[in-house]
């Protein structure tokens, strides 16, 4: 017992650790806002640009609310990773190994298709001009839009990479079964602070996960973080169901990340953090890790307070889209398909 006591603080003291060197470290490669960035960048060169990504994601929100998520989660997946500069759009060639296939994010990304209609269409009106950075970008913003959530202005004039980051994927990328600090040290070597990650998180509301990112919650902590009233036994119970324990064919089965609007760009996501339902391990951790007193207070705020995280998912929307690597603007393009470097 002793002994499991003073592993536990290592534990903690070293992850403090990291998280106070991964502050120390803030890459000053990253900027988090963007001089090159701005309102107006295609008002002379494609003016209709709102226009035609607005209408195509309302097209693909109306056949499913889903590609909202989709759209959304690939958004942030491509920011983490050497900037918002549509790496995550890039197919594996013989001189080129995309991102598509790091562990972070197989099987999990969709959502690509969409992408490459938006940019035939632009490509049509406005040819080589409108970046697949920036697409994605404006897209992401419609997707909250689309389904409920707020609005934000976004600003553009992103370059494409020439390059991907397959290792960096895997580097960067928070994952479910993370510990909370080491997830916080990833937002802030971003430049993206706790604020940011909890409203962040609220993306949530939306989308599903495959079971294979909470099945060990599920058979784990999950009865201890709520309080097993019959709602939460009958959902675990379903959860339960949908991924046996045994085997790995169950894997990809998906479920809701937010039971109750699944498809409503909402709050409710923190609602159920506060009953202990969660379904990612990293999302509860926001509210039930002892390690998470800001997060925890966070929390409450956004499940009492809708204004509050609509006003704060708006702002860290605008961070996140910022985050660049200038070494694009020395050596990035304006992709003529997203899937393809120019030759
Ligand atoms: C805080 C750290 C985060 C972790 C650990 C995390 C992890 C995950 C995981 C494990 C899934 C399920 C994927 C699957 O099973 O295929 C997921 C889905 C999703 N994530 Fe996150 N995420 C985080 C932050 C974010 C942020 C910052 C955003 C957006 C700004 C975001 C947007 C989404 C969306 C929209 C989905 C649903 C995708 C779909 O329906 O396919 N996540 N996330």
């Known amino acids: 017992m002793a002994s499991n006591h003073s592993l536990n603080s290592r534990i903690i003291i070293l992850e ?7 502050i120390c470290l803030i890459s000053s490669l990253y900027g988090i806002s963007d001089p090159h960035l701005n309102l107006d960048y295609y008002k002379s060169t494609c003016p209709s640009v709102l226009e035609i990504v ?6 693909a929100c109306l056949s499913d609310p889903r590609n909202a998520a989709l759209i959304l989660r690939l958004h942030f997946h491509d920011c983490f990773v050497q900037g918002c500069d549509g790496s995550v759009l890039l197919e594996d060639t013989v001189t080129l190994q995309g991102e598509k296939k790091a562990a972070n994010n197989k099987n999990a990304l969709k959502g690509f298709r ?7 269409r632009l490509e049509s009106e406005c040819p080589e001009v409108v970046s697949c950075a920036d697409i994605l970008t404006i897209a992401a913003r419609d997707a909250v839009l689309l389904v409920g959530g707020p609005y934000w202005d976004v600003p553009l004039g992103r370059k ?32 993206l602070s706790v604020t940011d990650m909890v409203a962040l998180s609220g993306s949530h509301t939306i989308g599903k996960a495959r079971c294979v990112n ?4 599920i058979y784990g902590d999950f009865p201890m973080t709520t309080s ?6 009958s959902y675990l119970k379903n959860l339960k169901s949908l991924c046996p324990p045994i085997g790995t064919e169950s894997d990809n089965n998906e479920t809701d990340m937010d039971y109750v609007t699944p498809n409503l760009f909402d709050n409710s996501y923190y609602h159920v953090l506060l009953r202990g ?6 999302d509860q951790q926001l509210y039930s890790s002892f390690l998470g007193i800001q997060t925890k207070k966070l929390v409450e705020k956004y499940a009492a307070d809708p204004i509050a995280f609509f006003e704060q998912f708006a702002e860290s929307m605008v961070k996140l889209g910022n985050i660049t690597n200038p070494k694009t603007y020395v ?3 304006v992709r003529k398909t997203c899937r393809f470097v120019n030759t």
């Open 214 to 217: 909470f099945k060990k919650r």
């Open 54 to 59: 607005r209408k195509e994601m309302e097209c």
């Open 16 to 22: 403090c650790l990291v998280l106070v060197l991964s």
């Open 331 to 333: 050596n990035g393009e």
């Open 228 to 233: 097993l009233n019959p709602i939460s036994q």
């Open 160 to 191: 494409d990479s020439i390059e991907a980051g397959y290792a960096l994927a895997d580097i960067n990328l928070p994952t479910a079964d993370e510990g909370l600090l080491s997830i916080i040290s990833k937002f802030i070597s971003q430049g």
């Open 277 to 282: 339902e969660g379904l990612i391990n990293s």
């Open 114 to 120: 969409i992408i490459d209609r938006i940019k035939n």
